[in-house]
């Protein structure tokens, strides 16, 4: 069974950067897509940046050209850029990981938090 670890959150001025990571217990090797999903107080979850296996990239419109995901197969890690945080930001991070569609995992979350 695949854990999938979060780190890097932490309290932060507006437009300044943080890099989260996701490290997994296996090969991210074993998924088609890997990314970021945050939660924000009172609002539901929504999808922040993916990768796939191919290594094509998807972002938020609300993150494009502030975030970039990455991946490093050695580590088995996923990283999140987040560069000119904004207060909006503020979030629970969750790192999820997909195999075939039919097999998601999650992180537990990291919380993030700008203050403006």
Excluded at 10 to 29: F, H, K, M, P, T
Excluded at 47 to 66: E, F, H, P, Q, W
């Amino acid at each position: 069974q695949v854990q999938l670890v979060e780190s890097g959150g932490g309290l932060v001025q507006a437009g300044g950067s943080l890099r989260l990571s996701c490290a997994a217990s296996g090969s991210i090797g074993n998924f088609n897509v890997m990314g970021w999903y945050r939660q924000a107080p009172g609002k539901q979850r929504e999808l922040v940046a993916i990768i796939t296996s191919g290594g094509s990239k998807n972002y938020a419109d609300s993150v494009k050209g502030r975030f970039t995901i990455s991946t490093d197969n050695a580590k088995n890690t996923v990283y999140l850029q987040m560069n000119n945080l904004k207060s909006v930001d503020t979030a629970v991070y969750y790192c999820y990981a997909d195999r075939l569609v039919v097999l998601t995992y999650w992180g537990r979350g990291t919380l993030v938090t700008v203050s403006s």
